[in-house]
Nanobody
Framework: QVQLVQSGGGLVQPGGSLRLSCTASGRTFSSYVMGWFRQAPGKEREFVAYISTYATDSVKGRFTISRDNAKNTVYLQMISLKPEDTAVYYC???????????????WGQGTQVTVSS
């Protein structure tokens, strides 16, 4: 069993940056692939980025996912944020590297990111 606790998020102006964190309980964090997803109101959950068990970071456009296995933590660094990035962001842990939410077994509680002037 893995519990994921998210932090970060909030209100940011367009063009701004934000970093989300997700800390896992237990001693098996390094054996899980990690992903970030987001869900805007009225829309389906959308894949943002993933990272393998051994990578330290992975860049996907304006977003960079990174992990620190010593801290049991995965991060999502977001830059040049746009209003359309507004959503609830979720971290997730799974055994298979995938952009499909159904492949992930454990989920964080979600954190709101609002991009607005």
């Amino acid at each position: 069993q893995v519990q994921l606790v998210q932090s970060g998020g909030g209100l940011v102006q367009p063009g701004g940056s934000l970093r989300l964190s997700c800390t896992a309980s237990g001693r098996t964090f390094s054996s899980y692939v990690m992903g970030w997803f987001r869900q805007a109101p009225g829309k389906e959950r959308e894949f943002v980025a993933y990272i393998s068990t051994y990578a330290t970071d992975s860049v996907k456009g304006r977003f960079t996912i990174s992990r620190d296995n010593a801290k049991n933590t995965v991060y999502l660094q977001m830059i040049s944020l746009k209003p359309e990035d507004t959503a609830v962001y979720y971290c997730a842990a799974g055994r298979i590297l995938s952009d499909a939410a159904t492949r992930y077994d454990y989920w964080g509680q979600g954190t709101q990111v609002t991009v607005s002037s």
